[in-house]
């Protein structure tokens, strides 16, 4: 009976242990695979950021570093090579633009189209802030009862009946 | 007063629920798909030798009538699905260009000789470099091309000839080129 009560602590102990690791791990897991050289370190720097900072089409929620679909491996390997022959920053951003849209862009820019996505959350923060703000005037002013001369004195009589 | 409000707006919200799953239902305002940045320019070039006999399959040689470009994979179930639906829009005088993605060469003959070849040329794709060129994120997708060089139509996923009567038929029966 202990024995089984001591294993359960020891168990649940691991578990937790485990968990643990999990999480502190999949902060730090990305699936750069490739090993590639790098010419020199402005280059690395460049190639890391990209891969950061464009989306994977397939596993829509991953940057292209962190995803292991094949069209993700093929578009790391793409942003090597255009950085290969001299393409910068925003050449290669904007070539994934033109065919993927600004949706390849963790960070869209501001525009027309992106204007709801940008500012949407503002909005919905202000109209709900009005929404507050008129439903607590009501109520302080549903607290303050004026009761006139006539209405008393008929609340006056009330009382004196019973 | 106040009731009445509450009450159209209610109804006003479940209106716009039933057009949205109703459109949902057709394949519309899928979360995954992607809106495309071709409608409406020039499709971009090929370039790759032919799957079947090597040769440069390219954008320029297709000027002067419609097509399909085709993106597919043997690894794609979606793409044996609608595999039988081409082969039919083959017959009625469809030209389709397909394009062979991230597939082993072997196995992709293979699959035409078991199933029919319903292209009229294969650009060959290995590593993504025409499927990049042509924003093509997934398999199958389907281009279509006008005489100009002009993309008019994509489509993410499956041709069904219910899709193909939504969004590809009008443009050819406005030329007369296919009717099915």
């Not at chain 1, 968990?19 to 990305?30: D, E, H, K, M, N």
């Not at chain 1, 994977?56 to 390997?77: F, G, H, K, W, Y």
């Not at chain 2, 409406?40 to 040689?61: Q, R």
């Not at chain 2, 030209?95 to 009229?120: C, S, Y």
């Given at each position: ?35 590639r050289?790098f010419a020199n370190e402005q280059m690395e720097s460049d190639y890391n ?31 090597y090579?255009?950085l290969g ?78 | ?180």
């Open positions: 009976m202990i024995q089984t009560k001591w294993m359960k602590q020891f168990l649940s102990l691991i578990y937790a242990v485990m968990i643990a690791g999990f999480c502190l791990l999949s902060t730090s897991v990305s699936a750069k695979v490739e090993t050289a950021q990209l891969i950061a900072e464009l989306r994977c089409l397939v596993c829509q929620n991953q940057n292209l570093a962190d995803s292991n679909a094949e069209l993700a491996q093929d578009m790391r390997t793409k942003v090579k255009m022959q001299g393409s910068n920053k925003e050449e290669i951003v904007d070539y994934m633009v033109q065919r993927y849209g600004d949706f390849v862009m963790y960070r869209p820019p501001v525009k027309s189209t992106t204007f709801f996505l940008w500012f949407g959350p503002l909005v919905f923060f202000v109209v709900a802030g009005l929404i507050v703000f008129s439903y607590l005037r009501k109520q302080k002013a549903a607290d303050q009862v004026s009761v006139d001369q006539q209405q008393q004195k008929k609340a006056h009589s009330l009382l004196d009946d019973e | 007063m106040a009731r009445y409000g509450v009450l159209i707006g209610f109804f006003v919200l479940m209106t716009v629920f039933a057009v949205v799953l109703n459109r949902m239902n057709e394949g519309e305002y899928n979360p995954k798909s992607i809106p495309s940045e071709f409608i409406g320019k020039p499709a971009p070039e090929i370039n790759v030798p032919d799957l079947l006999n090597g040769k440069l399959v390219t954008s320029a040689d297709m000027k002067g009538q419609m097509w399909l470009f085709n993106v597919w994979g043997t690894w794609c179930p979606e793409c044996w699905r609608e595999h039988k639906f081409l082969l039919q829009l083959q017959q009625a005088g469809v030209t389709i260009i397909g394009l062979n993605w991230r597939d082993d060469k072997a196995e992709a003959m293979a699959m035409l000789t078991r199933m029919g070849n319903p292209f009229a040329k294969i650009g060959y794709d290995p590593d993504s470099s025409v499927a990049m060129d042509w924003g093509v994120y997934g398999a199958p997708e389907t281009f279509l091309v006008n005489a100009e060089g002009i993309i008019l139509v994509k489509h993410a996923g499956g041709i069904t000839p219910a899709v193909w009567e939504q969004k590809f038929a009008s443009h050819f029966q406005a030329k007369n080129e296919a009717q099915l």
